[in-house]
Structure formats: structure tokens, C-alpha cells
């Protein structure tokens, strides 16, 4: 991990950009601490860090005001990073698929999702051996696939907040029975570009003992900011 620039927030919040590789991140941390501070994965969607900076920025500001942690990287093919043909076909196919209300296929989806988790896990090897930060790891938010895989495929993440989409693949949906830490899962009731069903059968299927579904009247856009503060509580619960 190589640190490429630095800057104090107005609240005092250190922001570090690095480079792990090829891959593009940002780190989050509180001006100081008396431990080291649990950390949270901030996913989004596949648009690029710079386009959803001002979003991040502001969910990273809340998660360090409650003494954590918080790191994102850029999904592979989006942003700074080369072009990815199998991302630009899935984003193709996503849209159809959306617009037809056909069935997501697992082409769509997996290629991404089988690139971008084995690159949040090299981004924590990272982010835990730097001073300061310790575990527990929480994941946030994101594509619900990749947040599904990465709460399977890598045990030190102890708890997951997810945004409920249908964009989910078949063979993921069967994953997610595979889940076993605590998830606070948030829907949005009118989301325009989601089957409500389908994540209410998604939410169904996680194996976790502990889950709670949140839901929001109002479309993808929508959601209230007690979501948030109900999210940080859940994660204060699990990872302080």
C-alpha cells in the first residue's frame, strides 16, 4: 500500500489516498485515538470513487465520529481503472434486463463480483497492518452481491449493514444462506429499479441468527438519515 496524498477534514478526520497495486482507495481515520480503531468497508456501486466521493466522504465522516475506521477501494473496470470488458457488457446486460424486468443472469454479475471480493480482501491485509487500525471489520452498503460473498468468503468481517436490491444472481441468492454474521439489511419500499419481492426472499434466505430487515417508504434515493444513525448503532453493537 502506497499513501499518494493527505488532508484534515474541517472536523479534524484524516483522509489518506492509496494505491494498493493498481487499485485506487481512500482511508478514513479519527484525528486520534487511545486504541486502535475498528474498521468499516465502505462498498458502492460501480461508478467510479470521484463520482461518488461527496457520498462516501459523508457516510465515512459518520463512521469515524463513532471512533471507527473506514476505507473504500474502485471496483474493477470503473473509475481510473482500465476499461473491463466483462464489466461493460455486465452494465449493458443490467440495463436490459431492468428495463425487460427479465431475471439477472449470473454472467452479469459474478465476473464482477469474483474480481472486486479478492480485492477488498488484499485491501484489508493492508488497511490492518497499518498502525491504529484493528479489527473488528464491518462491510457497508455497495452492490448486495459483493457484500453477500465477502460476509462468506472472509471471516474477519463480523458484521454487514447491506442496501436490499433484486439484482441478484441465482447462484449468489443460494450464497447467502451461507451467511452467518449479523446483517441490518435496508429497504427502500418503492425502489423503482428493485423487486421488492425478490429482497424480501433474499432477506428470507441469509442464514444469520441475528438480522433485522429496515424498511423505508420512497424510491432508491429515498432514504431517511435515522437509516444512518440506526446503522452506525448496530455497527457500534457489534464492532466496539
Known amino acids: 500500500m502506497r499513501f499518494t496524498s493527505e488532508r484534515r477534514l474541517d472536523d479534524g478526520v484524516l483522509e489518506r489516498e492509496f494505491t494498493l497495486g493498481e487499485i485506487p482507495g481512500i482511508l478514513w ?3 486520534s485515538a487511545s486504541a486502535p480503531a475498528p474498521l468499516i468497508l465502505l462498498g458502492h456501486p460501480p461508478l467510479g470513487l470521484r463520482r461518488m466521493y461527496p457520498r462516501l466522504v459523508a457516510r465515512a465522516r459518520h463512521s469515524v465520529a463513532r471512533g471507527f475506521a473506514a476505507a473504500t477501494i474502485e471496483l474493477p ?3 481510473d481503472r482500465p476499461r ?6 455486465a452494465r449493458a446486460g443490467l440495463r436490459r434486463a431492468m428495463e425487460s424486468g427479465e431475471p439477472v443472469g449470473d454472467a452479469l454479475v459474478l465476473p464482477l463480483v469474483d474480481t472486486a471480493v479478492p480485492e477488498w480482501q488484499s ?5 490492518l497492518a497499518l498502525p491504529g487500525i484493528g479489527g473488528p471489520v464491518g462491510y457497508s452498503g455497495g452492490l448486495i452481491s459483493i457484500g453477500i460473498r465477502l460476509a462468506v468468503a472472509e471471516p474477519r468481517v463480523s458484521a454487514a449493514v447491506l442496501f436490499a436490491g433484486s439484482l441478484v444472481p441465482r447462484a449468489l441468492a443460494e450464497e447467502a444462506r451461507q451467511v452467518t454474521v449479523p446483517l441490518h439489511v435496508l429497504l427502500q419500499w418503492d425502489d423503482e429499479g ?8 433474499l432477506f428470507d434466505a441469509f442464514g444469520s441468527e441475528e438480522k433485522s430487515l429496515h424498511a423505508h417508504l420512497g424510491g432508491h434515493t429515498g432514504v431517511p438519515e435515522s437509516a444512518g444513525e440506526a446503522a452506525a448503532e448496530f455497527f457500534t453493537r457489534h464492532l466496539m
Open 29 to 31: 481515520t479519527p484525528a
Open 84 to 89: 473491463w470488458p466483462d464489466v461493460e457488457r
Open 123 to 127: 485491501a484489508l491485509d493492508a488497511l
Open 77 to 79: 473496470g470503473s473509475g
Open 194 to 201: 428493485n423487486d421488492r419481492q425478490a429482497s424480501l426472499d
